[in-house]
């Protein structure tokens, strides 16, 4: 009888596990400046017990879900219960945050603890979860998804959360922090857009040519397993001797540091996943498609722009997905060379020592990868033909 009812979600399990264990290590460190090692404080210690009782309550519950037959009810309300989380566990912080500052020193802050990190991402997997077993549901999928990280938008908004050591570490470099946001947003956007076009043409030529493909698939593979930091380093000093042997190269930022070697890095980095899709997108078209559209009297370039592209587009997308969410993450290590980008606010916390620091780098540039990834999956869905299944995920 019971097991009519018990229908494990492994996935849901292991984030609900994570969040039950996010209670032994502490919750907040409050810590005499941004710089010195701090008091941890757990969970029961850094909230009433009304609060840790909801976190607790919570937790139990998306543990009792994930061991529910999966409905869309039981879907439901795992996704729920793990926004909640999200949104209770910021509003403790927030409150609790304010009251460790009352009578403490100015330069006293409150970061958060692997408590908080823990029950975030537990929360996360859960969210995961309950978003595969909507499949059917757009609407709900998008709500479970997206409700926690909106309250939480909210939450910023209104200053709930001003008293942590991240928002403080913003409130002193804000103006800076646009700037190199937007900076991010330019290398990553324009090497992707770059990577895409390049990547397109080389899959086709690949598509079209037996032996075109072995030299191509040959470089971009070679390329992709350059470590980062080494291809900044190859590219150097041939960008050097160029703007040294045409100065006039330096007016278009074309030297052996800053954008220029960043973005041509960021292009290499693009190309294989656009190149092996596009490749297989084409290369995968049935042959009685093509014969029929013969048939039907249209030229080649008609072939190609109504029955080709349309049907390889979905998979050429999927690779686009990859480069540009790859590309968010590179971009930050183009920082190292002076071309900016929120990699900026990590170097120079590694350097001064500063978690918080190395956190308002890190975290906007994790929160950019989800938006493209989600924004990516979307532009797929749309352009998928109606009949294919491919990027319906």
Known sequence: MIRRFISRDSVALVGSIIGLSSVLPGWLTLKPSRIVAGTSLRLWQSS????????????????????????????????????????????????????????????????????????????????????????????????????????????????????LSILQEFSGREERFVQELLQHLFLFGSSVAA????????????????????????????????????????LIAPLSALSFAFPVLREFGIRGVGVAPAIMALIVYSLLPVVRNTYVGFHQLDPGVIDAGRGMGMSRGNIFRKLEVPLAAPLILEGVRTAAVQSVGLTAVTALIGAGGLGWFIFQGLGQAAADLILLGAIPIIVLALLVDAVMRAIITLATPKGLGVGKQ
């Open 48 to 163: 009433d017990w009304e609060g840790s009782t909801v976190i607790l309550g919570l937790w139990l519950l998306c543990f009792v879900l994930s061991l529910l037959r999966g409905s869309k009810l039981s879907a439901l309300m795992l996704g729920t219960a793990a926004n909640l989380i999200i949104i209770v566990t910021f509003l403790l912080a927030g409150l609790v945050a304010s009251n460790l500052l009352e009578g403490a020193a100015p330069s006293a802050r409150v970061s958060l603890g692997a408590g908080i990190w823990m029950t975030l991402g537990g929360a996360y997997v859960v969210i995961f979860a309950a978003r595969q077993r909507l499949p059917d549901s757009p609407l709900w999928r998008n709500l479970v998804s997206w409700a926690g990280l909106a309250a939480l938008g909210v939450l910023l908004t209104i200053g709930w959360l001003g008293n």
């Open 195 to 234: 990577g895409t076009v390049l990547g397109i043409l080389l899959g086709i030529r690949a598509a079209r040519s037996t032996g075109a493909a072995g030299p191509i698939f040959f470089i971009s593979n070679i390329t992709q397993t350059i470590p980062s930091l080494a291809l900044f380093g190859l």
